[in-house]
């Protein structure tokens, strides 16, 4: 009867086993934006646009890739009136819009840059814009690697 028992408490074990491993938790990678800059450029004779460049960094467990990072202007308007930021908000990004870096390693930090977060129409004056209010880089999306 002994022996028995033991079988039991085997199977119950290696049942338990399965279950804990099965449930462990699958470690994610997660990105942040370390530094952004903004820089004011005179994209025509008329006009004015925004660029970013900046860092980001994987403070996740596990190595990260393809990892998309944009920018947008939260405060612009999104009709063109000369004189005011405006942003297309229902068109989807262009390349030169957004940067996607292909790899970074966990603990590690890339760079990035891209084009024409909003536009400045000119007035008749020609005055060149302040920044707008309420700019910011963002991780669109990124994958995790499976290790």
């Known amino acids: 009867m002994k022996s ?3 079988y039991i408490a085997l199977a119950l074990s290696v049942a338990l086993s399965c279950c804990l491993i099965a449930c ?13 800059e903004f820089v004011l450029r005179q994209d025509k004779e008329s006009s004015y646009t925004i660029d970013a460049r900046g860092k980001i ?15 947008y202007c939260r405060s612009c ?13 229902d ?9 996607i870096i292909s790899y970074i390693t966990a603990g590690n930090e890339e ?30 999306s990124f994958e995790t690697v499976e290790k």
């Open 77 to 89: 308007d999104d009709l063109m009136i000369p004189g005011r930021w405006f942003v297309s908000r």
């Open 24 to 36: 462990e938790k699958k470690k994610q990678g997660e990105v942040v934006v370390t530094e952004q």
């Open 111 to 140: 760079s990035f840059s891209f084009k024409e977060i909003a536009f400045y129409p000119l007035t008749a004056d020609r005055e060149a814009p302040e920044l707008p209010e309420e700019l910011e880089a963002v991780i669109e």
């Open 57 to 71: 960094k994987n403070i996740g467990e596990v190595d990260v890739k393809n990892v998309v990072v944009t920018g």
């Open 91 to 99: 068109v989807e990004k262009m390349p030169h819009q957004k940067d």
């Open 4 to 6: 028995y028992y033991r």
